[in-house]
C-alpha cells in the first residue's frame, strides 16, 4: 500500500520551459514533504521542502505547492536546464511513532532537452 | 566538508552466501538510516540508529538481516543468507538531528545476487 505516489515515470520537458512534477499521499499524518534529486550512481540529494501548515515555498528556480485537501504537491522547475534532468523523489515525513521517517514515491525521471 | 562513504560500492554473491556493507556518516551526524532501493522503486528505511541505539527497524528483516552502530559512528549493513529478492542498491543516510527530514545519502551499494 503505497503512501506516496508519483504516478508519472517520466517527464521530457525542452530546455527553458516549465517542469511540473506531480505526487499524491494517502496519510494525513505527514508534517513536512520533500523532493530529493538523484543523477544516476549517486545518492539522492536533499533539494526543497514544504510544511504541512504551508501550501508553497519557492527556492530560486524550484517551487513546491502544497494542496491538502486534494493530497497533492507539485514541484515546479522554472526555467528547465538540461543539469536539471534527473530522478525526482517526493518523500513525506511521518509524525508520531514513525518520527523521522521519509516515505518515498517511486520516482519521476526529468529529461530536459536542449 | 566530507560527505556519507559506503563501501563497497559494487557486490555480486550467490544466493545463500553473506554480505556486508559499510558506512561512514558525516561527522557530527548523530542519526544514521539505512535504505534499501529496488530497482524502479523509491528507497525504503531498513533501520534508524540514533547515536549507537536503535530506533525503528520494523522494517528490517530481521530473519536474514542485522544492523549495528556500535560506537555510535560507523554502521554495518549484513545479510545472512542472502535471496535473489535481496538485489537492490542500500543506501546509507545520516541527518544532524533525529527526525531530521535532510538527509544526506552515500552513493549507495549496488548488490547483485545470482
Known amino acids: 500500500d503505497q503512501q506516496v505516489k508519483q504516478n508519472s515515470p517520466s517527464l521530457s520537458v525542452q530546455e527553458g520551459r516549465i517542469s511540473i512534477l506531480n505526487c499524491d499521499y494517502t496519510?494525513?499524518?505527514?508534517?513536512?514533504f520533500l523532493w530529493y534529486k538523484k543523477y544516476p550512481a549517486e545518492g539522492p540529494t536533499f533539494l526543497i521542502s514544504?510544511?504541512?501548515?504551508?501550501d508553497k515555498n519557492e527556492d530560486g528556480r524550484f517551487t513546491v505547492f502544497l494542496n491538502k485537501s486534494a493530497k497533492h504537491l507539485s514541484l515546479h522547475i522554472v526555467p528547465s536546464q538540461p543539469g536539471d534532468s534527473a530522478v525526482y523523489f517526493c518523500?513525506?515525513?511521518?509524525?508520531?511513532?514513525?518520527?523521522?521517517?521519509?516515505?518515498f514515491g517511486k520516482g519521476t525521471k526529468l529529461s530536459v532537452k536542449p | 566538508e566530507a560527505g556519507v562513504a559506503q563501501s563497497p560500492r559494487y557486490k555480486i554473491i550467490e544466493k545463500r552466501q553473506s554480505v556486508a556493507f559499510w558506512c561512514n556518516p558525516i561527522?557530527?551526524?548523530?542519526?544514521l538510516y539505512w535504505y534499501q532501493q529496488i530497482l524502479g522503486q523509491g528507497p525504503k528505511l531498513l533501520i534508524q540508529?540514533?547515536?549507537?541505539?536503535?530506533?525503528?527497524d520494523s522494517q528490517l528483516p530481521k530473519d536474514r538481516f542485522s544492523a549495528e552502530r556500535l560506537k555510535g559512528v560507523d554502521s554495518t549493513l549484513k545479510i545472512q543468507p542472502a535471496k535473489l529478492e535481496d538485489s537492490a542498491v542500500y543506501l546509507c543516510?545520516?541527518?544532524?538531528?533525529?527526525?531530521?527530514?535532510?538527509?544526506?545519502f552515500g552513493p549507495g551499494t549496488r548488490l547483485t545476487v545470482t
Open positions: 543516510a545520516s541527518s544532524l538531528v533525529r527526525g531530521g527530514y535532510e538527509q544526506y
Open positions: 496519510n494525513s499524518m505527514f508534517d513536512y
Open positions: 514544504i510544511s504541512s501548515i504551508k
Open positions: 518523500a513525506a515525513r511521518g509524525v508520531g511513532g514513525s518520527q523521522g521517517n521519509l516515505i
Open positions: 561527522s557530527g551526524h548523530a542519526t
Open positions: 540508529f540514533q547515536n549507537n541505539g536503535v530506533v525503528d
